[in-house]
């Protein structure tokens, strides 16, 4: 008979004593269970003591948490949160150095503990740790101490930041501005730093007033701490004024900051990070967002200078210096070439960009191709007008519609997504990035109007067709300008042709009585092959990022399935694994019985918490949670799509449910075509004997692997 559900068996430690087994009754009051741990051991003083987890963070338990205690948990035995607050307290403002030392060294271990930094924090303990900073007596490991746990506690959002001191602020962007000081002080500066400009207004124009983007750059070369630089000037970045958005945006390109973060992050002989990959991504978005006021400026027709620019684009395309003296003749003429140029409105062009988005951007991105790539666009402007009527692609046109297809696919104007890392390392080669994609992809668009043989009604089509193009060769991360031009080359309207078709065959073809029976037949091989693969990837296992912490840092968790199937192992890293984790250091475990259902989105537990952060639709989208038996979740986001497709057609699969993802439907649909062919192909090729029948060939079977992007 299994024993009642309160019910858990656990093992608790004490220093220099046998472990106590009991089975601990989870409605009893938790005091009441330190008593009589104590009274085993002839321990006076029970409210003196508390729970511990004996491994992983080794957090303490509360009434609130106890839930998460499973049966063949290690506990142990340790004073109560607020004794060791005290005692902490007392340690750290002691005269001795080693004592201080050995103190602040074991407080920053324990700040990250919920239950004692609420302690900590209310004996003023905050307050203690910025004097001891401000003092500036405090030097090497001591120091780097003292930061991680004031980091620490105040990553829990228990104090406002708005009560940190100038002085304490000047303290620690002296250690960043300091040419020489220890790494880990550094990083824990910079870290602190970014903390306060994300979470006050007030702190940013402090933080803003003692540090330099300069200064932040130099940082750049040291790999030890370069995630931390970027970190801040995106924090800077993010929260400063619009009005003072494009003057650090100045500052940062006179300070050559993208060719450094190319030389010495994207180029350099370290792989990148993950939260390397997001800060970089952070930056690409912040810096295409300085696009967004151009984007949805409306032209003023009356403007006489943005019409300036107008005159200018035709100026180069037709050399405006032969114009007629009459003034009829000479509006005829701009007539004629306006409308040679592909705008709209022939008249009066100035009303195509009235329109936002893509506004006066789109007239910019012109501007930029009609000067420094003068011969390519007159080259365009010429070729067209050169065409039948019905055959020329209508630059003007085209040019707007770009320049908006460009700005939803890249997301200009939107806020950086948490979790994201999608960042393109081209962006970072050119210091006119965004002009320059777009000068590769309006002659693009017009070499693929060219294979289409299109008209003016196939405008919609071409865009569709170059959209494609584009997102396929964004998809290859290309490392820079030219190898972009490279992969669009290999994506020609017959390659993109070719690959709808390859992607469309399993709807399209095969659909005669006997070759759908042949399939409904081979379908139950395939899915169970398409099931063997997601198990095994889960016993593989996965690294998951921790997320919600209000400062980012690279805290990472791993799961992964047992070889027999029967449990779920999990646990907290330091850093993201090169490879398989082994099952001994996942210390926490579900077994696969308990589980009761897998969920996905909004309907996760951890999607509907409240937050100051609304939760984004990427992240949203790789949200998944396994509930289990008490009333349990283990919630998870997954790092990309490929992974939330395995994950979640994996648990399905193990709870004998059907795998539904759109990577399921894809490989099933791929290698039902691959059996297909291969069993037609055998018929082709057979020859009917006169005697005995052919026996029947046995089912084809696979060995798969994925690029998933």
Request: glycine residues 4%.
């Amino acid at each position: 008979m299994p024993p009642p559900a309160d019910i858990v068996k656990v093992a608790i430690e004490w220093p220099g004593a046998n472990a106590q087994l009991i089975e601990m009754d989870q409605k009893r009051p938790l005091s009441s269970i330190i008593r009589e741990v104590c009274d085993g051991w002839s321990l006076s003083g029970s409210e003196q003591f508390a729970l511990r987890y004996a491994d992983g963070p080794q957090l303490y338990i509360t009434e609130q948490s106890r839930g998460d205690i499973k049966n063949g948990t290690i506990l142990r035995l340790a004073i109560s949160p607020a004794r060791a607050a005290r005692q902490l307290l007392e340690r750290i403002q002691s005269h001795g150095i080693d004592a201080r030392l050995e103190a602040l060294k074991e407080l920053a271990k324990l700040s990250a503990d919920p239950t004692f930094a609420t302690e900590f924090i209310n004996m003023e303990g905050i307050g203690t740790l910025a004097r001891l900073v401000e003092s500036g007596t405090h030097f090497g490991e001591m120091l780097a101490f003292t930061l991680t746990a004031f980091l620490e506690l105040m990553d829990h959002g228990i104090v406002s930041w708005d009560l940190i001191s100038l002085s304490f602020i000047k303290q620690i962007a002296g250690y960043v501005n300091q040419p020489m000081v220890d790494v880990s002080i550094l990083q824990r500066s910079l870290a602190i730093l970014e903390s306060m400009v994300l979470n006050s207004h007030s702190l940013y124009h402090r933080v803003a007033q003692e540090i330099t983007v300069g200064q932040l750059i130099g940082h750049l070369s040291n790999q030890e701490i370069q995630t931390y630089a970027i970190a801040l000037i995106n924090a800077l970045f993010l929260k400063a004024p619009e009005d003072r958005r494009q003057e650090m945006a100045s500052t940062l390109a006179q300070k050559h900051l993208r060719s450094i973060i190319l030389n010495h992050v994207i180029r350099g002989n370290r792989p990148i990070k993950a939260e390397m990959a997001h800060q970089l991504y952070v930056l690409q978005v912040l810096t295409f967002n300085l696009l967004e006021e151009r984007m949805m400026t409306k032209m003023d027709p009356n403007d006489q200078a943005q019409r300036d620019i107008i005159f200018e684009l035709r100026r180069i395309a037709f050399d405006g210096e032969n114009d007629p003296t009459g003034t009829e003749k000479r509006k005829a003429m701009y007539t004629k070439d306006y409308k040679m140029l592909g705008f709209t409105n022939h008249v009066n062009p100035a009303m195509d960009f009235t329109q936002t988005p893509p506004g006066m951007l789109a007239l910019d991105n012109m501007l930029y191709l009609a000067k420094v790539h003068q011969d390519t666009y007159i080259r365009i402007v010429l070729e067209n007008s050169s065409r039948e009527d019905k055959h020329e692609c209508p630059f003007g046109r085209c040019a707007i519609e770009l320049t908006r297809m460009l700005c939803e696919i890249l997301q200009v104007g939107e806020l950086p997504n948490e979790g994201c890392n999608d960042y393109h390392p081209m962006f970072f080669t050119h210091d006119r990035a965004w002009e320059e994609f777009f000068c590769v992809c309006i002659q693009l668009l017009n070499k693929t109007w060219k294979e289409m043989r299109a008209t003016a009604e196939d405008f919609n089509k071409v865009m569709q067709v170059v959209r494609e193009q584009i997102t396929r060769a964004l998809a290859m991360k290309p490392s820079s300008i030219d190898q972009l031009k490279n992969k669009l080359r290999g994506l020609n309207y017959s390659e993109i042709l070719r690959l709808r078709q390859s992607e469309r065959m399993s709807q399209d073809d095969f659909q005669s009585p006997p070759i759908i029976e042949l399939r409904e037949r081979i379908q139950p091989e395939i899915l169970e092959l398409i099931k063997q693969q997601r198990l095994n990837r889960l016993c593989e296992g996965s690294c998951f990022r921790k997320l919600g912490n209000r400062r980012r840092q690279e805290k990472f968790w791993f799961c992964r399935l047992s070889l027999n199937h029967k449990v779920l192992h999990y646990g907290d890293l330091d850093e993201s694994p090169q490879g398989e984790v082994p099952f001994e250091l996942l210390s926490d475990k579900i077994p696969v019985s308990d589980i009761k259902s897998v969920v996905t989105g909004k309907d996760c537990p951890h999607m509907k918490e409240k937050s100051a952060l609304k939760q984004n639709k990427e992240v949203l989208e790789l949200a998944f949670s396994v509930l289990y038996d008490p009333d349990e979740t283990l919630n998870f986001v997954a790092p990309n799509k490929y992974e939330y497709c395995i994950w979640t057609d994996g648990l399905c699969a193990l709870l004998g449910r059907e795998m539904g993802s759109d990577l399921t439907r894809s490989d099933l649909d791929t290698l039902i075509s691959m059996e297909m062919k291969l069993r037609l192909l055998d018929l082709e090729n057979i020859t009917i004997p006169e005697a005995p029948p052919p026996v029947p060939k046995e089912p084809s079977s696979y060995n798969f692997t994925y690029n998933y992007s």
